[in-house]
């Protein structure tokens, strides 16, 4: 089990690296965005649910339609809190990317060096930001969105197939293969991404701008810094097989 | 003349099915934090995780 182990280690070391500097750039680009955002998603509510007292006996219908925050359930408190496991968060998303970007380069030979590692992170950028990205912005809270399931759903079949697009490309030679790969990389967006049934918001268009490009950018720094990190510290520690 | 320094040592344990094993079972294991993180609909991980899945532009709320 040494290449397990070796990959989790690469890994668990590049994504604290990775996942501490994404929490910084957070607090200094995206969450005070966020918490503009949640300002209105907090007072939109009140003018759109509470309007006529009209109290009919099947009331779960308009109770269903606010919005999907369940209130019981356990969150963390604003403050410090609530950064801390924001950090945490993001420390294991990094590490589990980190271990998907250091299996697939152990199939192509392993990262022989920083340098190699930050393509590798451009490509984890091109498949899990970018791709998912086009079809799905990253959104603020109080955004409209569809079903969350079908947009899960969407979102990962479009970085899988993104994924084995790229693959495809880098790492085959024969032309059918490459024009299957392009198709790969270009079908999602052809079948499309979810889309909610209005684009009513009380959020500001210019505020979730800056946020797709600051989360976009965010992701593309992170990306780089996790492939340069693990490429760095697999040629260091880790023996070729 | 003939040293080709692009050459990568694959050739050792590329077919082993120990090595293929792992390589599954690390790709498994990134997969199931990855979705553990990102897309849990269990709502004390969604609120943990809320303001970093905005920021990486998992699908939320």
Request: aromatic share 10%; no cysteine.
């Given at each position: 089990m040494?290449?397990?182990?070796n990959i989790v280690f690469v890994s668990a070391l590049a994504g604290l690296v990775a996942g501490l500097a994404m929490t910084g750039m957070q607090y200094a680009g995206t969450v005070p965005l966020i918490l503009q955002a949640e300002t209105y998603e907090n007072a939109a509510p009140a003018a759109h649910d509470h309007g006529p007292a009209v109290q009919t006996s099947?009331?779960?219908?308009?109770?269903?339609?606010?919005?999907a925050?369940?209130?019981e359930a356990w969150a963390p408190a604003d403050g410090f809190e609530r950064s801390a496991f924001t950090a945490l968060a993001n420390i294991v998303t990094a590490i589990g990317f980190a271990i998907l970007l250091v299996t697939a380069s152990e199939?192509?030979?392993?990262?022989?060096?920083?340098?190699q590692g930050v393509f590798w992170g451009l490509a984890g950028f091109a498949v899990f930001t970018l791709a998912p990205g086009l079809g799905l912005p990253p959104e603020l809270p109080g955004m409209p969105a569809a079903d969350l399931e079908a947009r899960q759903v969407w979102w990962v079949a479009t970085a899988a197939a993104t994924a084995a697009?790229?693959?495809?490309?880098?790492?085959?030679?024969?032309?059918?293969?490459?024009v299957l790969a392009v198709a790969l990389i270009v079908v999602p967006h052809l079948v499309g991404a979810p889309k909610p049934a209005?684009?009513?918001?009380?959020?500001?268009e210019t505020l979730a701008h800056d946020f797709v490009v600051m989360a976009s950018m965010v992701s593309l720094v992170f990306w780089v810094l996790l492939g340069g990190a693990a490429g760095f510290i697999r040629s260091r520690f880790m023996q070729p097989a | 003349m003939t040293t080709n320094p692009t050459t990568l040592p694959l050739a050792a344990g590329v077919t082993s099915a120990s090595r293929l094993t792992q390589l599954g079972l690390a790709a498994f294991f990134g997969l199931f934090i990855v979705g553990f993180a990102g897309f849990s609909h269990i709502s004390a991980v969604h609120n943990a995780a809320h303001d970093a899945r905005h920021s990486l532009a998992f699908p939320c709320h």
């Open positions: 040494s290449l397990f182990r099947d009331g779960a219908a308009v109770a269903a339609h606010s919005h925050h369940d209130e199939f192509a030979g392993g990262l022989a060096g920083w340098r697009g790229l693959a495809l490309l880098a790492f085959t030679r024969a032309l059918p293969l490459g209005s684009f009513d918001t009380a959020v500001p | -």
